[in-house]
């Protein structure tokens, strides 16, 4: 990243911040949210709410465990539960991008937004930037432009490949429903945290087998016991170390 | 079940109360709690778990395909990933080639 060029206003960084997400992680997410479209298309959900979804959760995971439970016609508390804990990241994330970004200690009303338009690939794009960038009045600006223009480009790549699956039945509308499955899986292999690497090493195998067993519940019960599984053995090495 | 738009609703808050919690609470508790690493390796289990349930037991229009397709597009996906230093668009792209050109290349070989 490259900010010697760029002028110290506002305005200049907040430009920068939309330039650099039209770069691999706005073409990434655009994919993936293309795929989502296409899985929320196959659900049998309207545009708008799979809109809805892209724009007012904001979140892979939640969205795509949204769409895969509505067409199964899981019970409702069964889906909201495990939407709602597959989205559990927001917590964690939105606790450390907090204090990169805030001039001083406590809650403005900007930071609910903020907040809201954070993501796990703004998240990583911001630490990088904040190794280049000091003002925190320009790192804001930058995360605004970022932010933004992800979530342009998640809500068009939703609606592209939504219209996509619908007029293009077969290979096409296959292929998108097997890109976010296969961005999401890459995009966690990236992580070279070892407790984080055994999580989807096992969440792989013990979530499809949940799901076999139950419909309902599989997926938020073989995640909690995968998840817990690697975090308690990882602490166990720890403590061995 | 209630209707899609209801559901929708109620993620959505549901989703925007992780955030909230999370503003509220910044700078009051380390982000490197041990709670914290749990939260994260749950959500990599459960994120990573339902994509791999989609591709081994897919429901709808990706279940018309065959699943050793859709094994041979997570290989070759997974292989040029690591093969070109974690390269996610490059896995991305070869995988997706993959998963539309192995059809063709079975029917020929067998």
Known sequence: MDFRRTEKSRGAYFRQGMKHCAQAPGIGLFAAMSGFGALAKDSGVSLLIALGMTGGMWSTPG?????ELFATGVGGVALIASVTIANVRMFPLTIALMPLLRSRQGVEPAHYVMAHINSVTSFVQVVEMCRHVTDKGLRTAYFFGFTTACMSAGLLGTALGYTMASEMPGLIARTLMLVTPLFMLLLAARSSRRAVLASVVLGCALVPLGYTVSTDWGLLTGGVLAGTIAFGVGRMRKSNA | MPDAATLLG?????????????????????????????????????????????????????????????????????????????????GLGAGVCAFMLFPGLRSLLF
């Open chain 1, 63 to 67: 969205q795509v465990a949204f769409v």
């Open chain 2, 10 to 90: 109620i993620a959505v808050v549901c989703t925007y109360s992780w955030r909230w919690m999370g503003v509220v609470i910044a700078g009051r508790i380390e982000d490197d709690s041990p709670v914290f690493e749990w939260v994260t390796c749950v959500a990599y289990a459960i994120a990573t778990g339902l994509m791999m349930k989609i591709i081994l037991l897919p429901g709808g229009a990706l279940a018309e395909s065959h699943l050793i397709d859709r094994l041979a597009g997570l290989a070759v996906c997974v292989g040029v990933f690591y093969g070109l230093r974690k390269n996610l668009l490059a």
